[in-house]
């Protein structure tokens, strides 16, 4: 059974940066998509970012579009969110998870229906 592991958050300033990782067990990684969510208190939860199975499609929310960046290494079966120019709205539990396919169209991706594993997170605090 594969596990998904979040690590990476905490408490910054408006204005910086943060890197979650997010590791998986399991010997088939590259062969899904792995995205990113989020949810705040009494907020549904969020799309944030997806990489293809192999890395070459992503596609990302409006809310983080140009500040946020996924990747990942295959081989160390990790998906990364590099966070820049964090805002307090960015305040939220960051989740981890594995697309139930390779890829898929924006709409699928995006998604939280059609991920079938996901990480028990990982908090991230922005505050003055």
């Known amino acids: 059974q594969v596990q998904l592991v979040e690590s990476g958050g905490g408490l910054v300033q408006p204005g910086d940066s943060l890197r979650l990782t997010c590791v998986a067990s399991?010997?088939?990684?590259?062969?899904?998509?792995m995205g990113w969510f989020r949810q705040a208190p009494i907020k549904a939860r969020e799309f944030l970012a997806v990489?293809?199975?192999?890395?070459?499609?992503?596609y990302y929310g409006d809310s983080v579009k140009g500040r946020f960046t996924i990747s990942r290494a295959d081989a160390e079966n990790t998906v990364y969110l590099q966070m820049n120019n964090l805002k307090s709205e960015d305040t939220a539990v960051y989740y981890c998870?594995?697309?139930?396919?390779?890829?898929?169209?924006?709409?699928?991706?995006?998604?939280?229906?059609?991920?079938?594993?996901w990480g028990r997170g990982t908090q991230v605090t922005v505050s003055s």
């Open positions: 399991g010997r088939t990684f590259s062969d899904y998509g």
């Open positions: 998870a594995r697309l139930h396919s390779r890829r898929g169209t924006y709409a699928y991706a995006s998604n939280h229906h059609n991920y079938d594993t």
């Open positions: 990489m293809s199975g192999g890395g070459d499609v992503t």
